[in-house]
Nanobody, 127 residues
Framework: QVRLVESGGGLVQAGESLRLSCTTP????????AAWFRQTPGKEREFVAA????????FYEDSVEGRFTISRDNVNNTVDLKMNSLKPDDTGVYYCAADSSAVGAVVVTNYRQWEHWGQGTQVTVSS
């Protein structure tokens, strides 16, 4: 089992920025593709962004394209999500996920097919 630890959530106003970070203590993150999902009460977990194990490929959900950037540092075992121009609709609990096969030429956006998960970090964007 891969333990994922998220950090960086918080409360911001619309238009501001946040950076989320995910790390795997004691484990090489470079063996896995990584992604961020988010969830709001009463809704299923939805795909936000993903990055291949090498960092060479990235994928984004349409509503965050151009505002969010996913990146990884395999030396320091971190995957970050830089979120700019935040909107109230971006509010939710953000989860880091890892999987050995969910990113290839295309990305698996169904959260059920991602194997490893963090505990989540709350992001709240006020209008």
């Amino acid at each position: 089992q891969v333990r994922l630890v998220e950090s960086g959530g918080g409360l911001v106003q619309a238009g501001e920025s946040l950076r989320l970070s995910c790390t795997t203590p004691g484990r090489r993150f470079s063996s896995y593709a990584a992604a961020w999902f988010r969830q709001t009460p009463g809704k299923e977990r939805e795909f936000v962004a993903a990055v291949s194990w090498s960092g060479s490929r990235t994928f984004y959900e349409d509503s965050v394209e151009g505002r969010f950037t996913i990146s990884r540092d395999n030396v320091n075992n971190t995957v970050d999500l830089k979120m700019n121009s935040l909107k109230p609709d971006d509010t939710g609990v953000y989860y880091c996920a890892a999987d050995s096969s969910a990113v290839g030429a295309v990305v698996v956006t169904n959260y059920r097919q991602w194997e490893h998960w963090g505990q989540g970090t709350q992001v709240t964007v006020s209008s």
